[in-house]
């Protein structure tokens, strides 16, 4: 078999964790398996492309995505479908108002041992020990119950009855809100927010993808969905988007914008200091030269430019920047003042 095709049939080896072969080659790699994914996910999900990719970019930066769009628009078989696809562990929680922090996490029982005649406890793990977690309709549970995400979406491991779990790798968080409903539910706190590195809005299909969503849901069609990526491949192309080097120049673009939309600084755009409570955090930062890391890569490119950075300035700020009563009353949204900031 020639050289150009062992990359499409398996990983470039790895010696204790490690790549034995350059990470040229896995660049290469991850492409080809790229684009497998894509395949397998398009024979469930019609259209959503650019949805796709994002999620895509956050499982590879070890980030968590917040999924807002209007029921029905296949949000949940999405996330699935990708769960099928990379051959991991999936559990969905239906966040409502009389859910428990337990409920997420697990609880500990008392258990009898038939053979002694003692009792002890067990801790039996809730639906968080999974690799890809949904949390369906995430406001519509108290915030103590919401909590209960924070310790695992950052150290992924969990707190119960004193003792510490370590949640399996790759682990990976991707609720769901709907934006047309209101009633009964808890707006996020913006500390919680802030763990979810992209904030994703889907949009309804176009005329041409609803026909074939009817055509393929209302038939026979039943898909055989076929594994395109492996859990230690997954961490291993995790590893592979750290070890990206990025360039002084794209780096101090990406401070700068972020510095930039924070309202009072001494490089702040007027418009900044007219509609925005607050601006974005470092964490912001993090994630957008993270998300430029992978966009890079999944191009097939071994660095990352300014335009990466822009690609992914949207879901990385769309939920950090706070806008005041001026944007309401002018009609300004926040995807508006992003827009501004990168034209600026």
Known sequence: MEESKTVTSKAPEHVNGKASQNDVELVKYLNV???????????????????????????????HCLLVGV????????????????????????FTPDLMPSDIVGTEILEDNLSTGSKSFKFIHGPVFANMVLADEINRTPPKTQSALLEAMQEHRVTAAGNTYTLDE??????????????????????????????IWLDYPSISEEMDIIKLTTSMYKPKLNIALKKDEIIMLQDLVRRVPVADNVIDYTVN???????????????????????AGPRASQYL???AKTNAI???????????????????????????????ADGIKTTDIIEKLIAG
């Open 33 to 63: 398996k790229y684009n497998e994914l894509r395949s397998e996910v398009a024979k469930v999900i019609v259209g959503q492309e650019a949805i796709i990719d994002q999620i895509i970019i956050a499982i590879l930066s070890r980030g």
């Open 71 to 94: 029921p029905g628009l296949a949000k949940t078989l999405l996330v699935k479908t990708l769960a099928d696809a990379l051959e991991l562990k999936f559990s969905r929680i239906q």
């Open 170 to 199: 790759p682990f990976f968080v991707l609720a769901t809100q709907n934006p047309i409903e209101h009633e009964g539910t808890y707006p996020l706190p913006e500390a919680q927010l802030d763990r979810f590195m992209f904030n």
């Open 257 to 279: 914008l972020v510095n930039r939309s924070r309202p009072g600084g001494a490089n702040t755009p007027k418009f900044i200091n007219d509609w925005l409570e607050w601006g």
């Open 289 to 291: 030269v993270l998300g």
């Open 298 to 328: 999944l191009s097939g490119r071994f660095s990352p430019e300014i335009e990466d950075v822009k690609k992914v300035a949207k879901p990385v700020l769309r939920h950090r920047l706070i806008t005041n009563f001026n944007a309401e």
